[in-house]
Structures are given as C-alpha cells and as structure tokens.
C-alpha cells in the first residue's frame, strides 16, 4: 500500500509511459507499439495472476482472514499496470462509462473495496495470539 501511495503522488505510470514512448521512437519500433502494448498487458495480468496463486498458496493457512486483502492488492496492482500502459483499447474501455459511473473509477475502487473491507473484517475479529 505504501508503494500506492508515492504512486499516487507522484505519478509514475505516467513516467514508465513517457520512457517507454521515447525508447520505442528512439529503438524504432514505435509503430509496432500496439503489439508490444498488448503482449505487456497480457504478460502483466499472466504475472498478478500467478502471483496470486503462488502467494495464496504460500499463506493458505492465513488464507481466510487475507483472502480479501491479497485479492485487493492483486487487483490494484494489476489494474495500475495494465493502465500506465496506455494500451488505446484499454485507455478508451477505462474511460468509458457504465450505469453513470466511469469504468476507471468501478476498477479501482474495486481494488480500495476489498482492501477496506478486509480491514474491516480484521478490526471486528483480531487475531488472538
């Protein structure tokens, strides 16, 4: 969460975005960079994929109580990834809109949700040690 956070102030999405735009100009693959964006997309939800089951697997015995956080975490993690990316497809799904609410704001609230209510769950039934 801590990693969100200096995310979140300063903007490094945008960062990765810019460098990857100027190495792809000066590499001269620019406009193969539809492809390259996909597949990037497609490796980062493989890896939070299989991050998750490893990790789930690793703590299957706190699994019940983690079970939302670790999915909240997965969820930011992949969805701000996938984002700085700047994939078209993806940039133009996100900013669409569903039931009066934009779709950017449904996916990463998805992500704060399931975070917040594992906290939650956790303050209303502390572990006893």
Known sequence: MAFLCINKQLDLQSLLTDVGRLLAERQGWYGERRTVQLWFVIAVAAAGILTFVITARKIRSVLREGILLLLG???LLIFIIVRAVSFHHVGVFIQSWFLGIRVNWILE???IALIALSAARSARHPRLN
């Open 73 to 75: 975490l997965s969820w």
């Open 109 to 111: 609230l998805t992500g």
